[in-house]
């Protein structure tokens, strides 16, 4: 977490994770303007094998993010990276989200973003059967319901936040 937050602070944002019980909220800041440019929310909980999952439930970016000059990684990148270490910390072993459909185009960059992350599709929730009802209750809206292996997600992309990196890495 201690290099999420440095390489986060080298990019002039403050990142906060607060907690309250099994919820989190991140926020991220920034250091110059002191605006709120993001959060994230979620929990965490148990699965009905007994495992913990980490239910990321909202990512919101400001409009203002658009214009920034960001690093490689990018503001939900980071963001992402304190709630999966946040999982990681909390013995959860696999994270879930909902890649939200809003518009075909939206929907469709989301899905992408999430694979090339390390996510893999579980199903698509479109309110057109009674199966979908559970689904749409806890996440609000229709989609492409996603997992990944929080152990995976570690490895894939703890690298990009080490100190004294390489270049080419």
Known sequence: MSD????????KLDLQLKT???FFRITATSLQTRAELGRAEGLIRI???G?????LDSMKLRRETLS???SIFGLGL?????AIRHGYDSGCTTAQLLAINDSDLYHSKLVRFYSRLGFR????VSGSSIGDIPHMLVWGGVGTRMDASIEELMLKWCIRF???RSPQS
């Open 47 to 49: 699965s009905f094998q």
């Open 78 to 82: 980071f963001i992402g990276a304190v």
């Open 121 to 124: 599709e579980v199903c698509q």
């Open 4 to 11: 999420i937050l440095e390489a986060s602070r080298a990019q």
């Open 51 to 55: 495992t913990k999952i980490l239910h």
């Open 162 to 164: 080490k100190k004294n």
């Open 68 to 70: 920034m000059e960001k």
């Open 20 to 22: 309250l019980g099994p």
